[in-house]
C-alpha cells in the first residue's frame, strides 16, 4: 500500500496550491479518504474528507468554503484545491485512507505547505 502527496511548497498569505495523493495497492473506491495536518507544535488535525465510492465531501469548519476536496477514481488520486491560504494553514499535510470493516489505515509520508509573506 501506497499513499505518496505531492504539491506542497510556499506560498504567499492568499495564495493557493493543489495538493495531490496518489494511491496505490488497495481498492481505492471502497475506501474513505482524508486529508490531515500537523502544525508545528500542535497535534493532528482532520481538514476534509471524501468517501471515494459516493464522492460526498466533508470538511473542517476552518478550511470550508476555502478548500475543495476531489477524487479520481481513474487515477487513484485525491486532490485538495487549497485557496485563500492564511498563515494558519502552515502544515504538513497527511493524505490517509481509512475504512471501518475490516478495519485498515493508510498514511502517506507528508507534504510540507508553508503560507508566508
Known amino acids: 500500500v501506497q499513499l505518496v502527496e505531492s504539491g506542497g511548497g510556499l506560498v504567499q498569505p492568499g495564495g493557493s496550491l493543489t495538493l495531490s495523493c496518489a494511491a496505490s495497492?488497495?481498492?481505492?473506491?471502497?475506501?474513505?479518504m482524508s486529508w490531515v495536518r500537523q502544525a508545528p507544535g500542535k497535534e493532528l488535525e482532520w481538514v476534509s474528507g471524501?468517501?471515494?465510492?459516493?464522492?460526498?465531501?466533508a470538511y473542517a469548519d476552518s478550511v470550508k468554503g476555502r478548500f475543495t476536496i476531489s477524487s479520481d477514481s481513474a487515477k487513484k488520486t485525491v486532490y485538495l484545491q487549497m485557496n485563500s491560504l492564511r498563515l494558519e494553514d502552515t502544515a504538513v499535510y497527511y493524505c490517509?485512507?481509512?475504512?471501518?470493516?475490516?478495519?485498515?489505515?493508510?498514511w502517506g509520508q507528508g507534504t510540507q505547505v508553508t503560507v508566508s509573506s
Open positions: 495497492g488497495f481498492t481505492f473506491s471502497i475506501y474513505g
Open positions: 471524501v468517501n471515494s465510492g459516493n464522492g460526498r465531501t
Open positions: 490517509n485512507a481509512h475504512r471501518v470493516l475490516p478495519p485498515r489505515d493508510y
